[in-house]
């Protein structure tokens, strides 16, 4: 008997966790419960909003009028208790709103979307209103799409009280329900009615057929229209006639691979990999111990196989398994192997699924017909049941971290759950996060090793190559000789090349030879990346699109050149110095459609090429036996980002991408183009030597005071006057210096290197910290401050454990 509901209210700018309090109405007594979505009356007038009920009570008394809730929306609690408990403590270790917690956690389509409708109060009589109207009562507000005088006409009638808004929610949730056909009547009675057709009428005839061989089974229409070859009018003359009945069926909209299938060869293990398996399948086995293990092994070590074992042991167990990688359509084979082991029991979770696909998947992960859930970050809260294992494959991706609020990251939220369930975590990596190896390290994970590849297979020699001395042989190539020699000598023998251009930091852009003029975006701080596929000039901040000047806009001069390196030039570049080579290009502009990554990657498989030739996409996860040359094009770029994880980002990159050569029985080769062959990172990553390379990062880390020794939490501030954004980031860091503990160390106040965004200025400090009480307490009641602030149109976000710098 609940009589009062505690609701989170589903309001964006209202930025604030505290639930609201609504009466339940008598008719919702039985059916309201916890973790449900509701349709609750918000504010002044009609306005209608979505909430989620986070408590229920039994308590009358309240002083004041309760508002009721008008509807229920939800049959079932679409939050049960793990993730209502889990969107409370990620709202709070993440500094963020409760309500975007929830949404991050559930599919999109859990949003509602409102619409407005403006409804005229009393009765009409001018012609304004009437031709307004369209002679109706209410009309739907759409300010977007309306012409700005009518849209200011409306709002003044609105001043005027002559006509008011009223709000409808849409719950965009729903499942996908088709028409199904079931016989109704036994053989010998469809054999009868046949009797009494005419000799004519076949169609009739064949649907009876039909009927007969479906006896006791229901299909639907179109897969039955498809068998028959018959036309809709038939069906509706059988049901007519009650050959057959008519119902709605559900269908789930499961998406598609279309890799090519995996052999489902289950190899045996070896050594190395046996002893991981046994030492994670006891951890599975034993109840309620959330232990965590960091499996460490080579590229090509058979990591993969690994975490399938561990996955069916926790089946087994009758656990549900979660896995989670990168980025989904970059590890189509990692999907494919899963699909492979364990089929229908699969869910896949990422950001290529329709709305509809998602939720259907969301929905059997949620009744439990899907047992093991694979996906790219968000997937970490798919509504599983008592988990036995988490696995995070390349666990040191940047890519498990969300930039936007709730800034969280997958490997926290893994913890929690783990320790909710008593579940098993295994972090996998070629290259660890110095975080993770550090806490392996200190025994706080359990480190497990797989120092060799599959069959002895030796880790790819590789070569770098001085680029200072290459231009000075020959100026402005992208390619350096030995590099070009490679690959045309694997074309010579049938074996294939991937290309890595390195992407990160790097755009196209246009320049004035007279003026020097570089064309910017008029909102933001940086210069317009060209993108010659739609021949337009792109701001990657903000969106601002223009099209490509013939003329610089400055001096007006007709010297306008591109600059930069872009994948197409490369590949241009590269077919005109081996035109007989077939290059496949895979970057951002050639995988934007659904499915372009699958299909690209298939062809490489299918040796339709001998060069694969790609961004950072390329370097992950790839295993095609026939590779045997992994080119780096620019090593650099990521070197120099103003970024204390750089070294480590260019260890893990070239590592992971010289890792795709050599997998199978040839051997492989590596060659890296650099500006800098003498970084440690480059010289380390040569060798194959993350233990060095570990140490010496540990060193420049502890000297520096970063992570993992201590800490860190950036604060950034935002306003459109730049007065504004500095004046308060000032205040904060007053406030925070009062207020922390003496081993915390504040860098900046400082602009952001961008410093201009979307006509937002930005600015930012960084907190260093090693422990400190004070730390949550002092930022949460600056929370408080953003919700007074906010209003004046400053926004403050804190980000814990930022992962870039810039
Ligand atoms: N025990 C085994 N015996 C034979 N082949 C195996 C065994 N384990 C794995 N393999 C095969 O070895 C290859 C490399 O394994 P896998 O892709 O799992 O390595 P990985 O450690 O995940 O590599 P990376 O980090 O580079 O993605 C795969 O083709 C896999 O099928
Ligand atoms: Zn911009
Ligand atoms: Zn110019």
Not at 130 to 157: C, W, Y
Not at 238 to 259: N, S
Not at 286 to 306: C, D, I, M, N, P
Not at 578 to 588: Q, T
Request: net charge neutral.
């Amino acid at each position: 008997m609940a009589e009062i509901a505690q609701v989170i209210v589903d309001v964006p700018t209202m930025q604030t966790n505290r639930p609201y309090t609504y009466q339940v109405p008598a008719q919702f007594d039985r059916q309201i419960q916890v973790g449900m979505r509701v349709i609750i009356p918000f504010g002044n007038g009609s306005r209608q909003v979505q909430g989620f009920v986070v408590g229920l009570d039994e308590q009358t008394e309240f002083d004041g009028e309760l508002k009721s809730i008008i509807s229920i929306m939800d049959l079932n609690p679409v939050l049960n208790q793990e993730l209502l408990a889990m969107s409370q403590w990620l709202a709070d270790s993440c500094y963020a709103f409760r309500i975007s917690c929830m949404h991050t956690m559930l599919p999109n389509v859990m949003k509602t979307k409102t619409q407005r409708y403006l409804q005229i109060i009393d009765e009409l009589s001018e012609t304004d209103l009437f031709e307004l109207f369209h002679g109706q009562d209410e009309i739907l507000f759409d300010p977007e799409n309306m012409p700005a005088e009518t849209v200011s006409r409306l709002l003044k009638l609105k001043r005027q009280h002559q006509i008011e808004v009223t709000y409808a929610l849409t719950d965009q949730a729903k499942a996908k329900f088709v028409t199904s056909i079931k016989p109704t009547m036994s053989f010998e009675r469809y054999e009868e009615e046949r009797s009494l057709l005419r000799a004519s009428a076949k169609a009739q005839n064949k649907l009876l057929s039909f009927l007969q061989s479906i006896l006791g089974k229901e299909m639907s229409l179109s897969e039955a229209k498809e068998i028959t070859g018959l036309a809709n009018s038939i069906f509706t003359t059988g049901e007519k006639k009650q050959w057959l009945e008519k119902d709605q069926l559900e269908v789930l909209r499961t998406p598609q691979t279309t890799l090519n299938s995996d052999n489902k060869v289950i190899p045996e293990l070896t050594a190395d990999q046996k002893v991981a398996v046994d030492a994670i399948c006891e951890s599975i086995n034993q109840e309620k111990t959330a232990e965590t293990f960091l499996l460490q092994g080579v590229t090509g070590s058979g990591k993969t196989e690994v975490y399938l074992r561990a996955i069916e042991e926790t089946l087994s167990e009758d656990k549900t398994a979660l896995m989670l990688v990168p980025e989904i359509s970059l590890t189509p084979q990692m999907v494919t192997r899963v699909k492979g082991r364990f089929g229908e029991l699969v869910a896949v979770l990422h950001s290529g699924l329709s709305n509809g696909e998602r939720y259907d998947e969301w929905r059997r992960i949620e009744r439990g017909e899907a047992k093991v859930v694979v996906g790219a970050r968000s997937a970490i809260f798919a509504p599983l049941q008592s988990i036995g294992l988490i696995i995070m494959d390349e666990e040191h991706e940047t890519s498990y971290k969300q930039d936007e609020t709730p800034r969280y990251h997958a490997r926290n939220v893994a913890k929690w759950r783990s320790e909710y369930y008593g579940a098993t975590i295994v972090l996998g990596s070629a290259t660890p996060s110095l975080e993770s190896r550090a806490r392996a390290q200190k025994g706080v994970y359990h480190h497990l090793l797989l120092p060799e590849r599959i069959n002895q297979q030796p880790l790819p020699a590789v070569q770098v190559i001085d680029m200072r001395q290459e231009l000075r042989k020959h100026a402005e190539s992208n390619f350096s000789t030995a590099l070009l020699d490679a690959v045309k000598d694997r074309i010579s023998r049938g074996e294939q090349s991937i290309l890595m251009l390195n992407r990160r930091g790097y755009s196209s852009f246009i320049m004035c030879r007279d003026c020097g003029f570089v064309m910017q975006c008029p909102n933001c701080d940086i210069s317009l990346t060209l993108h010659m596929d739609t021949h337009t000039m792109k701001c990657h901040y903000c969106g601002h699109e223009e099209g490509i000047p013939k003329i610089c806009p400055n001096c007006q001069g007709h010297k306008i050149r591109y600059y930069g390196t872009g994948t197409q030039k490369v590949q241009e570049e590269l077919q005109s110095l081996i035109p007989d080579a077939k290059i496949l290009r895979m970057d951002v502009d050639t995988t934007r459609r659904k499915g372009a990554h699958e299909k690209l990657l298939n062809a490489f498989g299918n040796q339709e090429a001998d060069i694969l030739l790609g961004t950072q996409m390329i370097a992950k996860g790839l295993d095609f036996p026939n590779v045997t040359l992994v080119g780096v094009i620019n090593a650099d770029t990521a070197l120099g980002l103003p970024d204390f994880r750089s070294s480590e980002r260019t260890f893990q990159l070239l590592t992971q991408v010289s890792g795709r050569a050599g997998r199978a029985d040839k051997a492989g080769a590596v060659i890296v183009q650099t500006f800098n062959p003498d970084h440690y990172a480059i010289k380390l990553a040569q060798h194959h030597d993350y233990e060095r390379f570990f140490q010496t990062e540990m060193n420049i880390r502890h000297r520096g005071k970063y992570p993992p020794y201590f800490y860190t939490l950036q604060i950034s501030v935002s306003h459109e006057e730049e007065v504004q954004a500095a004046k308060s980031i000032m205040e904060i860091a007053q406030f925070l210096k009062a207020n922390l503990a003496a081993t915390s160390i504040i860098l900046g106040p400082t602009p952001k290197s961008i410093a201009r965004m979307n006509r937002k200025y930005y600015y930012q400090l960084v907190i260093k910290y090693k422990q400190d009480n004070q730390l949550h307490s002092t930022l949460t009641q600056m929370m408080d401050q953003i919700q007074k602030q906010s209003r004046q149109g400053i926004q403050i976000s804190i980000d814990p454990e930022p992962q870039h710098f810039i």
